[in-house]
C-alpha cells in the first residue's frame, strides 16, 4: 500500500465531552514548529518513492507523535492531566505503516513531578489506548502480522513501547504486566541509573546490575525488545553481552562526529550489531549534529546515518527520528535537567548552531516523507531503501517475538 487511507475525521477523545470530562487546551494549527521543506525529487524519482511505499513496510523505531500545546507554558499542566492529543489528521499523511510510540513517560507528571512512575505508565497508557480504540486508522499493532496488516491495509501500526524501566523498580513481574498491557520494547535505563543500570547522565558508569541481567533474561522469555538509547557505555555493552536475542540502539547517532554522551562510540554501535541488532538514527533537536554540519537539519542527520552504515554495514541501520507535533525545542526547554539536553559544548569545545527546529526532520509526517526523499535522491538501491525503511527491523523482531 503507498498511501494512507483514513475514512473518518475522528479527533482525539471526541467522544468526551470537553472541560465536562476533560480538560482542552489549544493546539498548533500546522503541523511544522519552524519551516516547512521537501527533499526535492523528479517526476522519475518521485515515481519511483510510490513503487518503494508499495513494495516495502515502513516502520519507525522511535517516536512520539502526539502534539504539545500552542502556549508551551501550559506545558506541564497539560501533561498532568495525562490525555496527549494524537493528530490523526496530520499523521494520515505521513508515510509509515508502524510506529514504535514511546509516548512521554519520563514528562508524564499524573502523580508526580518526576516522570516514570508505575501509576503514571498505567494512565497514560490507559488515556492514548481508549482514544486509539474509538478510530480504526491507527490501531494497536503486537505482532509482525499487524504490522503487514497496516501496510496492507493503508493504516498505522500504534507499538507501544517505553523508554525506561524505571517504573519496574524492583518489581520483575511487571515486565509481564507491561507485556500484557501491549508494551512491546523497553529502554533499560533512562538518562539517570536506576536499579537495572547506569544511564548516560551519569559521571560513573558501572553498567548493567544483576536485577538487569535478570530483567534482560525475562524480556527475553516474553518476548519483548530492548532499547539501550539511553544506557551508559558499559550497560550497552554488558545489556548486549547478556541478551540472547538481538537488542536495539532505537534513536541515536555516531559520537565520532560530535562528542556528546547522548550519540554513542563505534564500539557501541558496532557490538550492537554484532548482536544482529538494529540502530536507528535520531533526529530530535540537540543530537545529531555534527562538526561538519552543527545546525541541525536533515543534512547533520544524514552524515550520521551514513558514518554508521560505513561503520556496521546497512543490514543494521535503520531510522528513529523521536519526533512530535508542535514545539520540540520549546519541551527541552521545559525539561532540559532530565531529558539531558544539554549540549556536548563542554566536550567540542564550540556550541552547535542555535536550533529552534530541525530542517526537513521536524515531525513524524515530515520524517517519514524526507527520509525516503533523500535516499532516492542520494542513489541508494530499492535493495538498500527496503532494508533500512523496516526490512532490518522486521528481521530482528522476528528472531525477538
Not at 210 to 238: P, W
Not at 321 to 337: E, I, K, Q, R, T
Request: with cysteine; proline share 3%; hydrophobic share 35%.
Amino acid at each position: 500500500m503507498g498511501l494512507k487511507k483514513r475514512e473518518e475525521d475522528y479527533e482525539s477523545y471526541d467522544f468526551l465531552e470537553e472541560e465536562e470530562d476533560y480538560k482542552g487546551f489549544t493546539f498548533p494549527e500546522k503541523m511544522n514548529e519552524g519551516e516547512s521543506y521537501k527533499v526535492p525529487l523528479s517526476k522519475s524519482e518521485e515515481d519511483r518513492l510510490y513503487s518503494l511505499l508499495e513494495d516495502n513496510i515502513y516502520i519507525s523505531l522511535h517516536e512520539h507523535p502526539t502534539v504539545t500545546p500552542d502556549d508551551m507554558s501550559e506545558f506541564v499542566d497539560y501533561m498532568s492531566h495525562g490525555r496527549e492529543w494524537t493528530p490523526y489528521e496530520w499523521l494520515s499523511t505521513c508515510y509509515y505503516d508502524a510506529i514504535f510510540d514511546n509516548m512521554k513517560d519520563g514528562t508524564s507528571m499524573i502523580t508526580s513531578k518526576k516522570g516514570w512512575k508505575w501509576n503514571d505508565i498505567v494512565y497514560d497508557l490507559g488515556y492514548r489506548l481508549s482514544d486509539i480504540a474509538q478510530q480504526d486508522f491507527v490501531f494497536i499493532g503486537k505482532n509482525i502480522d499487524d504490522i503487514e496488516k497496516a501496510h496492507d491495509e493503508g493504516k498505522i501500526a500504534f507499538i507501544p513501547a517505553l523508554e525506561s524501566c524505571t517504573p519496574i523498580e524492583n518489581e520483575l513481574d511487571r515486565l509481564d504486566i507491561l507485556y500484557g498491557l501491549g508494551i512491546r520494547m523497553m529502554g533499560l535505563v533512562y538518562s539517570e541509573s536506576n536499579s537495572l543500570g547506569t544511564g548516560l547522565k551519569e559521571e560513573k558508569d558501572g553498567g548493567l546490575t544483576y536485577f538487569g541481567q535478570a530483567a534482560v533474561e525475562r524480556m527475553n522469555k516474553l518476548g519483548m525488545a530492548i532499547d539501550v538509547s539511553h544506557a551508559s557505555d558499559q550497560t550497552c555493552l554488558d545489556s548486549f553481552e547478556a541478551s540472547k536475542h538481538p537488542v536495539f540502539i532505537t534513536h541515536a547517532g555516531a559520537r565520532s562526529l560530535w562528542d556528546s554522551n547522548r550519540l554513542k562510540p563505534d564500539e557501541v554501535l558496532q557490538e550492537c550489531a554484532e548482536t544482529g541488532g538494529v540502530i536507528g538514527i535520531e533526529a530530535a533537536p540537540h543530537t545529531t549534529v555534527t562538526k561538519e554540519n552543527p545546525k541541525h537539519t536533515i543534512r547533520s542527520f544524514m552524515e550520521h546515518f551514513e558514518y554508521t552504515v560505513d561503520l556496521v554495514g546497512i543490514d543494521n541501520v535503520s531510522f528513529g527520528p523521536d519526533a512530535l507535533f508542535g514545539d520540540h525545542v520549546g519541551l527541552h526547554d521545559v525539561f532540559s535537567s532530565n531529558l539531558s539536553t544539554q549540549s556536548s559544548a563542554e566536550k567540542e569545545g564550540a556550541e552547535p548552531e542555535e536550533i529552534k527546529f530541525v530542517k526537513g526532520l521536524e515531525n513524524p509526517t515530515e520524517a517519514s516523507q524526507n527520509i525516503l526523499r533523500w535516499l532516492i535522491k542520494n542513489g541508494y538501491s530499492d535493495k538498500e531503501i527496503g532494508k533500512v525503511m523496516g526490512g532490518n527491523t522486521l528481521r530482528a523482531l522476528g528472531e525477538i517475538w
